[in-house]
C-alpha cells in the first residue's frame, strides 16, 4: 500500500509516499480502507524540529475515516462495510485514564495513528461506526470537532455565557461550533488575520473581532461586557496572557491550543481576576461518538471547514506549503 512516512525535520519534504506491506487485522482487529484523512496543525507542529517530533519512519494521519474491508475472528460490533472513524488510541481498559474514559490519555494502549496510507489496522475499541448518511470527508472531521466538543464540555459553560473564542483555525471552529450548539449567548471569533471571519459567523459566531490595539473594548462591544470564558485555540506564545487579559473577574480560560513552548504568565493578573485556567486535551470515547450522532443535525454545518482536498501523492508537497501563510482551513487527504 501507499503511505506518507515521516523522513525528519529541516528536510525539502518531512513526508515521503512509499510503497509499504498491508496491515492485517489480526483476531481482534479491523483492516479499513482509509478515504479521507484530515491534515492536522499538530502533524505540521511535530515534524518541524520546534518541539516534540513524531518518531523518523512514522506513518502520520488521526483524522481519519474509511470503510471495513476485513475483521478478525474475534470481532463482534463490526462487519465489512461498516464506515468508521477512529481515535488516535485504544486505551488498556485498566488504568485512570481509561476509567475517566480518555483512551488517549493511557501510558499502555495502542497508537493507531497512521491515516496517510491507504489501509490502517484498527482495535474495535477505538473505532466508532459512522452513520449512513456520512460521506467519508463528514468522517474525517469527527476527530476535530471531539477536541472542540471536550474543550467546551470541561467549561461547564452556563446557558447564556459570553464567549470568546482567540484562533479561527478548525480548534477555534469547531470551539464555536459546540459552544452554540450547547447554549451560549455571544459568541467572539477573534485572530490577528480576517481570512476565516466568514467561515467562523457560518460556525456560529455572532462577530468577528481583529486583534491588534483596540480587541479588548471591541470584544466588550461585540460581546455586552467581558467574555465569561474564553477559549485560546491557536497555541500561539502570549495568547494565555492574552486571554487573561480578555476575561472577566471570577471567569474561566481554557487552553486548546497545545503550545509546546514556554508562555510566560504573570500569576498576579490572574489571582486578581481569580480567573480558572485549564487545558483540556484530546476527548473521551463518549465524545468523539457523541460528534458522530450530533454534528450533522443543527443548524450549522462544520463542512464549510474543509476548504480542498488533495490526493496522496500530492500529500508531502502541500504538507510543506501549509507550513507557509496560505488560505486553507482543513485540507483533507483523499486515498483513492
Known sequence: MKAAIFQGAGL???????????????????????????????????????????????????????????????????????????????????????????????????????????????????????PKTFSLADGALVEPLAIGLHGVRMADMPIGAKILVLGAGSVGLAAIFWARQLGAGKIVAASRSKRRATMALAMGADSFVATGEDEVQDVIEAL???????????????????????????????????????????????????????????????????????????????RVMVTSTVAIDDLPETFERLRAPNDETKVLVSMG
Request: aromatic share 8%; with cysteine.
Open 12 to 130: 525539502e519534504r518531512a513526508l515521503q509516499i512509499e510503497d509499504v506491506p498491508d496491515p492485517t487485522p489480526g483476531p481482534g482487529g479491523l483492516l479499513v480502507k482509509i478515504g479521507r484523512c484530515g491534515i492536522c496543525g499538530t502533524d505540521l507542529h511535530m515534524t518541524s524540529g520546534h518541539g516534540w517530533d513524531f518518531p523518523v519512519g512514522s506513518i502520520l494521519g488521526h483524522e481519519y475515516a474509511g470503510e471495513v474491508v476485513a475483521v478478525g475472528k474475534d470481532v463482534e460490533r463490526f462487519r465489512v462495510g461498516d464506515l468508521v472513524s477512529g481515535m488516535a488510541k485504544a486505551g488498556c481498559g485498566r488504568c485512570e485514564a481509561c476509567h475517566r474514559g480518555m483512551p488517549l490519555l493511557c501510558d499502555t494502549g495502542e497508537s493507531v495513528i497512521g491515516g496517510f496510507a491507504e489501509y490502517i489496522r484498527l482495535p474495535p475499541g477505538a473505532a466508532v461506526q459512522l
Open 224 to 302: 455586552g461586557g467581558s467574555p465569561d470564558i474564553v477559549f485560546e485555540c491557536a497555541g500561539a506564545v502570549g495568547l494565555l496572557s492574552q486571554s487573561i487579559t480578555h476575561v472577566k473577574p471570577f471567569g474561566k480560560v481554557l487552553s486548546l491550543g497545545f503550545c509546546t513552548a514556554p508562555d510566560p504568565v504573570v500569576p498576579g493578573i490572574a489571582a486578581f481576576k481569580q480567573v480558572t485556567l485549564s487545558f483540556p486535551l484530546t476527548y473521551s470515547a463518549e465524545e468523539f461518538a457523541m460528534v458522530a450522532d450530533l454534528m450533522l443535525a443543527g443548524k450549522f454545518d462544520p
